[in-house]
């Protein structure tokens, strides 16, 4: 994997050890409800970081503080909301799952992004051309009628959608062969809808395939389906990881640090005492007060 610049290796491992420590505060007893991290898929927002810009919409899902990380790199602001602190991005009542901060929503039930992208990327189509909503989705969303019905007058409308699908290969507790027949290409060519599929998580090289493919979407208002071959890490959730303990669990990181060692370890350092400190200084804080607008 080619070197990558501080600033890149920096978020991406501020992501890795932000899902980490919450973890370890849902192992303490000091979290309530549910999470779900991205470990071993950190790479996917940061790759697209530099593909989006302030006027696109961004919509998440419930395994989302990668993508949120990536576009406000704000751990402070996403940490008192799953604590349930003052300063906290939603006043807490959001939660892990569902956020709405300027152009970024994030929802815990399946499949319910892609047709309000779909809307969204139609006003945008009229009033903002140029723009773009970039949907974030899994491989087990790919069994909800309404990502077809929302692919379907996406591509009859032709509007700027990006559909970032992250397919780890299982759904919740169900691998994708057992839960998907045929393939999301197939599926995304059903409908005439261009698909690129990249199985491979060196950054720079996702971009460069990228890059003028996303472009293209926002200068001739096509959607795009870019299919990303990732790995979960983790649990499903806090701890319901049905996987053989010798299940593969290919991660990006480990050959990174192997092929350079010294930025990984100086970088390391950095991000676990960032949010070791942020942890610490968030959960000092009063808790957080709904008001109504």
């Not at 978020?11 to 899902?19: A, W």
């Not at 990536?70 to 402070?76: L, S, Y």
């Not at 990502?147 to 299982?170: D, F």
């Amino acid at each position: 994997m080619d070197r990558l610049p501080d600033e890149d290796l920096a978020l991406l491992l501020l992501i890795r050890f932000f899902e980490r420590k919450l973890l370890a505060l849902f192992e303490r007893g000091e979290l309530n409800g549910t999470t779900h991290t991205c470990l071993g898929q950190e790479y996917v927002p940061v790759s697209l970081r530099p593909l989006l810009r302030d006027g696109d919409w961004v919509f998440s899902n419930h395994r989302g503080h990668g993508h949120y990380l990536a576009r406000f790199e704000d751990p402070e602001g996403l940490l008192a909301e799953i604590m349930g602190r003052k300063g906290a991005v939603c006043d807490g009542v959001g939660g892990s799952q569902h956020l709405r901060r300027e152009r970024y929503l994030s929802t815990g039930v399946q499949g319910q992004s892609l047709p309000v992208a779909a809307g969204v990327a139609l006003r945008l189509k009229r009033h903002e051309p140029g723009a773009l909503a970039c949907v974030y989705v899994g491989d087990g969303t790919w069994g909800e009628g309404a990502v077809y019905e929302a692919l379907n007058l996406t591509q009859l409308w032709r509007l700027p959608l990006l559909v970032v699908v992250e397919h780890n290969g299982i759904a919740q507790s169900t691998p994708t062969e057992l839960q998907m027949a045929g393939t999301i290409e197939g599926r995304a060519r059903g409908f005439d809808i261009r698909h690129h599929r990249l199985d491979t998580s060196d950054i720079s090289r996702i971009r460069a395939e990228l890059a003028p493919l996303v472009e293209r979407t926002r200068a001739e208002s096509s959607p795009l389906v870019a299919e990303f071959a990732t790995h979960r890490l983790g649990p499903h959730s806090k701890g319901d990881d049905t996987r053989p303990p010798d299940f593969p669990r290919p991660d990006w990181y480990g050959s990174y640090q192997a092929e350079h060692p010294e930025q990984s370890a100086r970088l390391e350092v950095e991000a676990r005492a960032r949010v070791d400190r942020i942890a610490d200084e968030v959960a000092a804080r009063p808790p957080a007060v709904w008001t109504a607008a």
